[in-house]
């Protein structure tokens, strides 16, 4: 069974424009100078396109097989949980070897009482 021509046009659209977030991405690594700004441009830009290439998995499955096809949304679940969560972990990691090294770097955040 093959996809409709609408199906695959707005499939290629879809993965050209993950293609543009991703690489866009990947300028924010070349420009930003440090390694705490250079955290955001990838974690933010790697879930907008695995968003968007979950859609056009869902369009180009859902176009194939007769029906609404939503077992994609299990996968980018995960994802979406992961990825700020590996962040934090990687900032955090970068921050205590910084004050090891005896850089100067702003004091912890201490709760008000």
Do not use: Y
């Not at 993950?18 to 933010?44: E, Q, T």
């Not at 990825?83 to 955090?92: D, G, Q, S």
């Amino acid at each position: 069974m093959n996809m409709p021509p609408l199906g695959e046009i707005i499939v290629s659209v879809l993965l050209l424009g993950s293609g543009v977030v991703v690489l866009v991405a990947a300028l924010g690594l070349l420009r930003l100078k440090d390694f705490f700004l250079r955290m955001h441009a990838p974690a933010l830009a790697s879930t907008l396109a695995a968003w968007i290439v979950t859609l056009a998995s869902i369009v180009h499955f859902s176009t194939r097989g007769g029906g609404l096809a939503l077992h994609v949304w299990l996968i980018i679940i995960v994802l979406s949980i992961t990825a700020p969560v590996t962040t934090i972990v990687l900032a955090r990691a970068a921050l205590f070897r910084r004050r090891q090294a005896g850089d100067a770097l702003p004091p912890p955040l201490r709760s008000q009482r």
